[in-house]
């Protein structure tokens, strides 16, 4: 009787909540823009990330994606002094969401090499705090098909860069991506037009949803492009029914996925961090979600 006591203990440790052993260990980075009302500007950031980021990693998350560089800094601190800071929390650094678009004589000119100059201290930057990605998070939508082409190509220019550096350079999308430009959807001219090897796309599955489109008919459409998946829903992961995440999981070996970026716009809850773990609990629960996609 004793031993079956210490076996139901045992199990009972283990399966602790109702998630398996296994499911506490998988991999999750989380989009740190989730929490900003709390470390979302140096400010913040300074008084209170030891605190929060701790929590997060307690809950099982286990790298961060940055949304707050500006002139060589990240959060107002050294790429350095950064990288300690997440690392001293249990995290690691991952990614960061980091931009510089074309003006209207730019793209007019087809000439980019200002802009790209800006890039040289951004990507230094990162590549100083470790990072292993970096996403550009926002384009305009292109007027015309000339202007669509001028900035492929630029993002294949900033692709270039970020590789040489030793980390790869995507895009991440919103909705307005899968409006047309001159009968042409724009997600796909990006798609078409930039090289591979190059950019790779770090689809917002939610807002590929709001767009109206299926995620997963775009894995198939472009195997392999898909590195990043930002997984959201309307605010926890999984209330909505919005997205169809079991489908989207099912097929990530076809989009080309190596890591998961939780993100949340907001939350039902009256604390942002509650729906941060109600998330994170959802993704450990999900037998479809893999340990880990890193390859």
């Known amino acids: 009787m004793k031993k079956i006591l210490m076996i139901v203990c045992i199990a009972a440790t283990f399966l602790g909540c109702g998630i398996s052993a296994d499911a506490k260990k998988k991999e999750a980075c989380f989009q740190m823009y989730s929490v900003r009302g709390l470390i979302g ?58 931009g510089h678009g074309l003006s209207a004589q730019e793209l007019a000119s087809g000439n980019f090499t200002e802009a ?92 590929a949803v709001r767009g109206q489109v299926s995620p997963v008919a775009y894995f198939n459409k472009y195997p392999g492009r898909f590195l990043l998946l930002h997984i959201k829903d309307h605010q926890e992961l999984g209330q909505s029914g919005m997205v169809g995440f079991d489908a989207i999981f099912n097929n990530a070996d076809k989009a080309g996925l190596q890591n998961l970026v939780v993100e949340l716009e907001g939350s039902a809850k009256p604390n942002i961090m509650d729906g941060m773990k109600e998330s994170i609990d959802y993704l450990k629960a999900a037998k479809f979600v893999k340990a880990s996609y890193s390859k």
């Open 41 to 98: 500007d140096p400010g913040k950031f300074a008084q209170n990330h030891k605190e929060v980021l701790a929590q997060l990693a307690k809950m099982g998350y286990t790298s961060t994606e940055a949304a707050n560089y500006d002139n060589g800094k990240l959060y107002g601190l050294s790429p350095e002094d950064y990288k300690a800071a997440i690392e001293a929390s249990g995290m690691k650094v991952l990614s960061s969401h980091v």
């Open 116 to 207: 790209l100059k800006w890039w040289d201290q951004c990507i230094d930057a990162h590549k100083r705090a470790g990072m292993s990605y970096m996403v550009l998070p926002w384009l305009d939508t292109p007027k015309t098909l000339k202007d669509a082409e001028v900035t492929c190509k630029y993002l294949n220019a900033i692709g270039q860069k970020v590789n040489a550096a030793g980390m790869k350079f995507g895009y991440h999308n919103h909705s307005h991506e899968f409006n047309k430009v001159e009968g042409k959807v724009w997600y796909d001219y990006m798609l078409e037009h930039t090289d591979a090897d190059k950019v790779f796309f770090e689809m917002d599955v939610y807002w």
